[in-house]
């Protein structure tokens, strides 16, 4: 077995190929998961003994089932999930794209449910277990252009807070983190000027770095953190 904080723990991350997920996946590795999953539409881009990619599509429950049945291959195991794969198309409303709009549903949302469920009932065997989601300040600010993507990113909290009560018995919390602004190629698709005024409004008026995303999965993960579960922390002041 390895030695380090996430010795003896296999993590599973959905979106591990870039990106925050990406980050996260290595944040686990290096310090010593057993092994740690990565889902995601593409292929693996993560070079380390410890790491297995599967090519899923979490907005497609059929792919997600197939996944787990895979990742079966390896563990028969999960102790931490981290739902961080999700898709954005910001646009007013009426000219949203209804398959885009269907795409964040599919992918923010019941992706997070197809795979909390099917890592739960892995979970309940031995009686432990994490389940952490990625969400954004957009859940609590509201911004125009975003309310598929910010429905659902609320929604995301209130499905850990229903999960966290049903797996209670397993000694299974549920957990949200939501993120405010971090360089990725989802944050390229956004007009800078409109996340720099954002940004500028909130009380810690920077955007995340890695450090402040992975100092809250450690958070949420720790073996001491048993008490804390149905609950979101956002990141910059949000509320
Ligand atoms: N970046 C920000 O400023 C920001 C702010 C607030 C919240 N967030 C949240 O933080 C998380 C990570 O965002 P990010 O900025 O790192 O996004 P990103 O750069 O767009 O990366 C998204 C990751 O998810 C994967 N993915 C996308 N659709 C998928 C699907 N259907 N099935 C499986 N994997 C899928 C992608 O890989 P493939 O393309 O290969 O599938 C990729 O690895 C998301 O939940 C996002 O909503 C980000």
């Known amino acids: ?26 944040h686990f590795l290096n310090n010593g998961a057993d092994k740690v999953i990565g889902f995601a539409r593409g292929a693996g881009s993560i070079d380390h003994p410890n790491y297995h990619h599967f090519e899923v599509d979490v907005g497609d429950t059929e792919s997600v089932i197939k996944g787990f049945a895979a990742l079966k291959q390896v563990t028969d195991s999960i102790q931490i999930v981290v739902n961080n794969a999700a898709v954005l198309t910001s646009q007013y409303s009426m000219i949203m794209p209804p398959a885009a709009a269907q795409a964040m549903v599919n992918v923010n949302l019941l992706g997070p449910f197809m795979v909390s469920r099917e890592a739960a009932k892995m979970m309940r065997k031995r009686k432990w277990g994490r389940i952490i989601n990625i969400g954004s300040m957009a859940a609590s600010l509201e911004p125009i252009g975003d309310s598929m993507y910010a429905a659902c990113k609320a929604g995301l909290s209130t499905l850990a807070n229903v999960m966290a009560k ?21 944050l390229a698709q956004l007009p800078r000027d409109k996340i720099d005024a954002i940004i500028a409004g909130l009380p810690v008026p920077r955007m995340s770095k890695e450090d402040d995303i992975l100092n809250v999965i450690d958070f949420f993960a720790a073996e001491r953190s048993a008490q804390i579960t149905a609950q979101t922390v956002f990141l910059g002041g949000v509320n």
């Open 1 to 26: 077995m390895s030695e380090g904080l996430y010795a003896g723990k296999v993590v599973l991350v959905t979106g591990s190929r870039r990106g925050v997920g990406k980050a996260i996946a290595e």
């Open 166 to 186: 049903e797996f209670a018995t397993m000694n299974v919390t549920c957990n949200t983190l939501g993120i405010n602004a971090i360089e990725s190629d989802m």
